[in-house]
């Protein structure tokens, strides 16, 4: 009896005939690092002079409409829409990667922590992660903003916070299962201490989801900081960010000037449409229940 080779994963790959999870992550990652590149490059635009200063305001022409000298049209404060828009995707980088970055390096040592040890200490921890994910986000955002004041790494740090939890809870749960299998056990009796084996046998097989849970906490970073700039409550007026813009846009809606909020909103939502088609196409490639279910399916 011939026993048929198990096919390796090819979701990352190149294919002739991709499904539509590929085409999709592939499109996520195309939007993704186009707004990579803005924010590295947007400097460097400037000194070229591709790109008008965002802080400067123009005193003519004010309120013009996109144009060839000006794409996306000047706002009523006098400010080029383009430029703008271009080093919000900075300033929006900038924050969201201090946000999951902070949340994930307090989140995942917490979480393998309390799944290992468990007792006092994993009830405590469960507990406080359990009464932070309560809360809505963006209530708990605004609520440190009003604390720590407005900035780059003082919004990141109120946006962060309740991100904590899920990093914890996913962590958690997989170093639950994996610290009951035969080689934590043989690590244990070949007298590895707690460090060793939270380090070196638990780590990488419990991160898995991580990458997923960041694609997707980057992306609703993003709304928040947004919510966080509509309030002035995020960065400072002089920074070029999507959510002050858009508020500064309220009051030149009504009189047909639809150019200062449309390319910022536009910015905002590609940039989350990018990160989220990334991030679900990362977990059906980490979770092969995922990849098992669309295979029957074709």
Not at 75 to 104: C, E, H, K, P
Not at 126 to 132: E, G, K, P, Q, T
Not at 142 to 148: E, N, S
Not at 286 to 296: D, G, K
Request: aromatic share 12%; with cysteine.
């Amino acid at each position: 009896m011939a026993i048929s080779k198990i096919p390796q994963p090819k979701f990352l790959r190149f294919t002739k005939n991709p499904s539509l999870s590929q085409r999709l992550m592939w499109i996520g990652l195309t939007m993704t690092l186009f707004f990579v590149f803005l924010a590295c490059f947007a400097p460097v635009l400037q000194a070229w002079g591709w790109l008008q200063n965002p802080t400067d305001s123009l005193t003519n022409p004010i309120h013009e409409p996109p144009s060839i000298r000006y794409w996306f049209g000047t706002s009523r404060q006098g400010y080029d829409v383009f430029a703008r828009t271009v080093f919000g995707a900075q300033a929006a980088l900038q924050v969201v990667l201090l946000a999951t970055m902070l949340s994930m390096v307090i989140g995942v040592p917490l979480g393998m922590v309390s799944g290992y040890l468990g007792g006092r200490l994993d009830k405590a921890l469960l507990f406080l992660m359990d009464s932070i994910y309560t809360l809505p986000g963006l209530l708990l955002s605004v609520t440190l903003a009003f604390v720590v004041g407005r900035g780059i790494l003082n919004a990141a740090i109120a946006i962060s916070i309740a991100y904590i939890p899920q990093y914890y809870r996913v962590v958690r749960n997989h170093t639950v299962s994996v610290k009951t299998e035969v080689f934590i056990e043989a690590a244990q009796a070949m007298g590895a201490n707690t460090w060793q084996v939270l380090s070196r046998y638990l780590f990488l097989n419990v991160i898995q989801s991580v990458p997923v849970l960041f694609t997707l906490n980057a992306a609703d970073a993003i709304l928040v900081l947004g919510g966080l700039g509509f309030l002035g409550l995020g960065l400072p007026d002089e920074v070029p960010e999507w959510g002050h813009d858009l508020k500064q846009a309220l009051d030149a809606l009504p009189v047909g000037i639809w150019w200062t909020a449309l390319f910022p909103g536009l910015g905002m939502t590609s940039m989350v449409v990018g990160l989220s088609l990334l991030g679900e196409g990362l977990n059906e490639f980490v979770n092969p229940r995922l990849r098992r279910e669309n295979s029957v399916r074709k």
